[in-house]
């Protein structure tokens, strides 16, 4: 009795065993059939790659386009859906997730080389370039003379782009603009932020020898090229490619410094000459960076100095929405304050102290005069010039931040491409300024408003030196910045005078990094090639 227990007890652990399982066997057979399902179209698939894109690479919501003599703010009960970002927000713009840095794109760069070869990537280059596909042309085209055309050079800083880019849908007449991004790294999710723009006419152009299609060879860096301070006298003999080329500070080139100045000629060459849509545009090209923002009556103030210009004629050569306000309101317009005789005695005098003090710490610490942007009485002293414009000689350092020009200026510097392809300095702007100066019959003149429009947030990049660098602090004291000024922006009109120095300018010594003659030869095939297309 007690064995045939024992056998039911044992036939009923095995049975309930085996049904165990056939259940699991089942579960697992269809899984693989639901997978391989999935792959086999991904669209119906909760694997769908799509759904793995981080949200800030998700499409703009549709922004009310704001007319160009439109002045009112969105009804803050609409200020949600006014957003033209979409996705979860961190101060009003898509959440970048914790998945990557801030600031850069290179974790997806990493992940795209895993999936698109070198070979890919050109195709994908060649192929934009010629296409020229400019979106959205149905809804805010054709492209006139009256078109102002917003070229933006683009690298990896994506979260700086994204501020870039909500700016200009806050601007007021966006919508009559051409955006052209000229990029040098192809990355998807820089390019699903840019596509996905919906107010204004968009064109995506690539640089195409960029160090990411160039790693191991020219203009990227060879394991042939010199080192950058190898000995000259040392590498004669060692045969590396480039020993015969040392900049004028005995060092060798630098690629990832070499590509800027490239990448900034080849842009322009491209937009003057090699763009189908702009080839007869007699109109202003208005030259912006990924790190650059924008104020909402940018370009109201724009053409406000277009229409200043035809005033002033041949006097003006480039239009600056842009300056350093540490350089501007410290160096010029606090001394016009003192003294003023209109400005209360006691008011005066503490405005006295607070100079001298700023004068005392900046001789002492020569770089807290780039803190002074964010100085409260340094802003104050700035704000009864926002409506008001200078008209004086370029000076790189200084009107090289939001500059507009036409076709006829552009032919100026073209025209000396030799001197600025071979002056031995790796910056686009000390180049230009090196050839106002010595190859222009007459150097360039520039209007520059003297309450600037476009700023400069870019505390992350290749001239950054510290270990650390806090893009959202400096993106929230602009915001204060413009909150402060916004009743002094949309001013009927400019008061525009001539700034009269007796003091000549002179170009400082080289910075260098461009003593190699293939850096030359390639920054000159730009302009040959761009001619020998027309």
């Keep these: 009795m007690r064995i045939r227990k024992l056998s039911c007890l044992k036939f009923t652990i095995l049975t309930g065993f085996a049904i165990f399982i056939v259940i699991n066997i089942k579960s697992v057979g269809e899984d693989e059939q639901n997978l391989q399902a999935e792959e086999e179209h991904p669209e119906n698939g909760k694997r769908n790659i799509a759904n793995l894109r981080t949200k800030d690479t998700d499409i703009l919501e549709s922004v009310p386009v704001q007319s160009s003599q439109?002045?009112?703010k969105p009804d803050p009960a609409e200020s949600e859906a006014a957003d033209s970002l979409a996705g979860e927000r961190i101060n009003?713009?898509?959440?970048?997730?914790?998945s990557r840095e801030d600031s850069q794109v290179n974790q997806s760069q990493d992940k795209q080389k895993s999936q698109l070869s070198l070979k890919d990537i050109l195709e994908k280059l060649k192929e934009a370039n010629k296409a020229q596909i400019i979106h959205n042309e149905s809804l805010f085209g054709p492209i006139t003379n009256d078109t102002i055309?917003?070229?933006?050079?683009?690298?990896?800083?994506?979260?700086?782009?994204r501020h870039l880019i909500k700016s200009l849908s806050l601007a007021a007449g966006i919508d009559q603009t051409l955006l052209i991004f000229s990029h040098d790294v192809w990355d998807e999710q820089l390019n699903n932020l840019v596509r996905s723009i919906d107010f204004a006419q968009v064109l995506q152009i690539f640089y195409p020898f960029s160090l990411q299609t160039h790693t191991n060879t020219f203009p990227g860096e060879s394991s042939r090229d010199c080192p950058r301070d190898a000995k000259v006298h040392r590498v004669i003999s060692s045969k590396c490619t480039n020993s015969a080329w040392p900049d004028i500070h005995g060092h060798y080139r630098e690629a990832k410094f070499t590509q800027t100045k490239h990448h900034w000629w080849w842009k322009a060459n491209q937009v003057f000459h090699n763009l189908q849509a702009l080839k007869?545009?007699?109109?202003?090209f208005l030259f912006l960076e990924e790190d650059h923002y924008a104020s909402e009556d940018f370009l109201h103030v724009l053409k406000l100095m277009i229409n200043e210009k035809n005033n002033f004629g041949s006097q003006v050569d480039i239009l600056c929405l842009g300056t350093y306000l540490r350089k501007f309101n410290f160096r010029a317009n606090s001394k016009q304050t003192r003294g003023d005789p209109i400005m209360p005695a006691r008011e005066r005098q503490r405005h006295e102290r607070r100079l001298n003090a700023i004068e005392d710490v900046e001789k002492s610490s020569p770089g807290f005069s780039r803190q002074l942007l964010w100085a409260s009485e340094f802003l104050r002293s700035v704000l009864n010039v926002f409506n008001k414009a200078e008209v004086s000689e370029w000076i790189s350092s200084k009107h090289n931040m939001g500059m507009a020009f036409t076709r006829t200026e552009w032919n100026k510097m073209v025209a000396c491409s030799s001197s600025f392809c071979k002056y031995d300095d790796y910056n686009w702007d000390w180049s230009l300024q090196h050839v106002s100066l010595n190859c222009m019959q007459e150097k360039l003149q520039v209007?520059?408003?003297?309450?600037?429009?476009?700023?400069?947030?870019?505390?992350?990049?290749?001239?950054?030196?510290?270990s650390h660098c806090d893009s959202d602090s400096v993106i929230e004291k602009l915001?204060?910045?413009?909150k402060t000024a916004n009743k002094y922006f949309f001013p009927d009109s400019l008061s525009v005078s001539r700034l009269n120095t007796k003091k000549k300018t002179k170009l400082k010594k080289a910075n260098g990094g461009w003593g190699d003659k293939r850096d030359h030869w390639l920054c000159m095939n730009f302009t040959l090639s761009s001619f020998n297309m027309l």
């Design 149 to 161: 055309v917003i070229v933006v050079q683009v690298h990896d800083r994506i979260k700086y782009l």
């Design 447 to 466: 209007m520059m408003v003297k309450g600037p429009r476009v700023f400069h947030i870019g505390e992350c990049g290749v001239h950054h030196k510290k």
């Design 70 to 72: 439109s002045k009112e």
């Design 280 to 284: 007869d545009f007699q109109g202003y």
């Design 92 to 98: 009003e713009l898509p959440n970048p997730l914790s």
């Design 479 to 482: 915001k204060t910045i413009i």
